[in-house]
T-cell receptor, first 115, second 113 residues
Framework: EPEVTQTPSHQVTQMGQEVILRCVPISNHLYFYWYRQILGQKVEFLVSFYNNEISEKSEIFDDQFSVERPDGSNFTLKIRSTKLEDSAMYFC?????????????FGNGTRLTVT | KQEVTQIPAALSVPEGENLVLNCSFTDSAIYNLQWFRQDPGKGLTSLLLIQSSQREQTSGRLNASLDKSSGRSTLYIAASQPGDSATYLCASPEVEGFQKLVFGTGTRLLVSP
């Protein structure tokens, strides 16, 4: 069964450094998302992306965050200057269509640790 | 704004028991409700999606129900197995922002042999 793949599985970075989290969504999906989960907390929506532009973003997704789909397969999340509070599990997700019967498919996540 | 809560936070049962996990939501005008499974340190696996027009969905030993009027969904697991041990999350799209899922805090299930 097709799946969403994310790399790396674990990233350790120093505060203030830039990180890029990578995702390969399911190939025929059109809608792409990033969510995050701080340890012990709820999964939170960050951003959705469709037709090469952001369609919605949360208040968490400030100017330090950006997303890109540089080619036909990859979808990236960049954090320009990481903060300690950015430490979390980051999940990429994709969806085929925007229908009420269209489930969201998640990757296994990237655990980001900011020291 | 949609809010989703799950009780209990944790549940421990012996193998073979049937069990029910609960999910409550505040806005009954939901599009759908999705149940996920999360293994420790892993991603989210979609288990079932119930459309707003449906009352229940079944997949193997799993059955999810939806009662919009009471703002509740339940996930029923029949004949539980140790391999069912995981955290179970429910999520519903934010009503105004269709693409954005609002998650509950999850129920951590432990099925002991």
């Amino acid at each position: 069964e097709p799946e969403v793949t994310q790399t790396p599985s674990h990233q350790v970075t120093q505060m203030g450094q830039e990180v890029i989290l990578r995702c390969v969504p399911i190939s025929n999906h059109l809608y792409f998302y990033w969510y995050r989960q701080i340890l012990g907390q709820k999964v939170e929506f960050l951003v959705s992306f469709y037709n090469n532009e952001i369609s919605e973003k949360s208040e968490i997704f400030d100017d330090q965050f950006s997303v890109e789909r540089p080619d036909g397969s990859n979808f990236t999340l960049k954090i320009r200057s990481t903060k300690l509070e950015d430490s979390a599990m980051y999940f990429c997700a994709s969806m085929m269509s925007r229908g009420i019967n269209s489930p969201l498919h998640f990757g296994n996540g990237t655990r980001l640790t900011v020291t | 704004k949609q809010e989703v809560t799950q009780i209990p936070a944790a549940l421990s049962v012996p193998e073979g028991e049937n069990l029910v996990l609960n999910c409550s939501f505040t806005d009954s005008a939901i599009y759908n409700l999705q149940w996920f499974r999360q293994d420790p340190g892993k991603g989210l696996t979609s288990l079932l999606l119930i459309q707003s027009s449906q009352r229940e969905q079944t997949s193997g030993r799993l059955n999810a129900s939806l009662d919009k009027s009471s703002g509740r969904s339940t996930l029923y697991i029949a004949a539980s197995q140790p391999g069912d041990s995981a955290t179970y999350l429910c999520a519903s799209p934010e009503v105004e922002g269709f693409q954005k899922l609002v998650f509950g805090t999850g129920t951590r299930l432990l099925v002991s042999p």
